[in-house]
């Protein structure tokens, strides 16, 4: 019988460690909502959001090196979809249609924009969030009268359990991607763009999908999240937050693993949360404080500072055995 079970040899054990660790995260998010608090479940909810939104920002703007700050455009376009397709149709085919609607967004915006490069780029796509939200706050109070929208409200399990769902087939995108030719050809984009369109990368069509396959799930988070609130307007629903914030968080994370983005999502969300519950009139300033040191002292983000105390931990051995 044992023949037939598949050998791991030493070089295939991290890839194995890796997969049993992913497995037991995955268990036990899926049934932590049967042993917590109604607000742990809450808080987690919104962790996964910063973290899909932050992840999805990073497949980007991580592997091509093109800061993009839309990210805010495309989450409160999947929350106005909630608002009007919300009563209509049921929930996985309004997720689907916000998903659609950024995505299609996206792939306006980069066709019109991702020639551009640097600082260009980056206040293009800050214009168009404010765009929107001129346009849509101008429309509502033309047509109907009054600015904003309610929101049909779901169950803060669904709610969980739905961003656990996007949170995981954004992580096996995610994971396929880095490792096909795509995900080389991203990486040769961030690294030298004319060295990979010389390659025969053709460089602008693979950044304008990428850059819509992030926004597609951005949107669909969007759509989740605004069930959360029972009303919202152009302001609520294009906050800026949602495009500064990732990538501050991916910058303190670091870039350079998967993870990183990941680690850094959490932590300042969870960050935030503590903050704001304990000192909600100093938060900000604390806050913004921690946010700048750690760009300034933390280049490689959390994950660099783990592994540079690794690899002194390392080094520290074998020289203590070598002597």
């Not at 959490?266 to 304990?278: A, G, K, S």
């Not at 100093?282 to 983000?301: D, K, N, Q, S």
Request: hydrophobic residues 55%; contains cysteine.
């Amino acid at each position: 019988m044992s023949r037939y079970l598949p050998k791991f040899g030493k070089q295939d054990r991290p890839g194995l460690y890796r997969l049993v660790f992913s497995a037991a995260v995955i268990l036990l998010l899926m049934i932590l909502p049967f042993s917590v608090s109604k607000y742990t479940v809450v808080l987690l909810s919104t962790i996964m959001m910063y973290v899909v939104i932050t992840v999805s920002w990073t497949l980007f703007s991580g592997s091509t090196r093109y800061i993009s700050l839309a990210s805010a455009a495309f989450f409160g376009i999947g929350v106005y979809t909630a608002a009007v397709f919300g009563r209509a149709l049921p929930l996985p085919v309004v997720i689907a249609i916000g998903g659609l609607l950024s995505f299609c967004l996206a792939l306006i915006i980069g066709a019109l924009t991702l020639r551009l490069r640097g600082i260009y780029f980056a206040m293009f796509t800050l214009g168009i969030v404010e765009f929107i939200v001129t346009f849509l706050r101008w429309w509502e109070a033309k047509f109907s009268g009054t600015v904003g929208r309610v929101v049909v409200s779901v169950d803060y399990t669904i709610v969980y359990y739905v961003m656990l769902a996007i949170f995981l087939v954004l992580m096996l995108t995610v994971h396929f991607l880095e490792r096909s030719k795509f995900g080389l050809a991203l990486k040769g984009i961030g690294e030298c763009e004319e060295a990979a369109a010389h390659a025969g990368v053709n460089t602008t069509r693979l950044k304008v999908v990428t850059f819509a396959v992030s926004a597609f799930f951005i949107g669909a988070t969007g759509v989740i999240m605004a069930t959360r609130w029972t009303y919202i307007d152009p302001k609520i629903a294009f906050n800026l937050q949602y495009s500064f914030l990732p990538v501050v968080m991916a910058i303190i994370g670091g870039m350079g693993q998967l993870y990183g983005p990941i680690i850094g999502a959490v932590f300042f969300t969870y960050l935030e949360e503590f903050l704001i519950t304990r000192l909600p009139y100093h938060y900000m300033l604390i806050f913004g404080v921690i946010m700048v040191a750690a760009i300034l002292y933390l280049p490689e983000g959390l994950t660099g500072l783990v592994q540079k105390w690794w690899k002194r931990g390392s080094e520290g051995k074998n020289a203590h055995f070598g002597g």
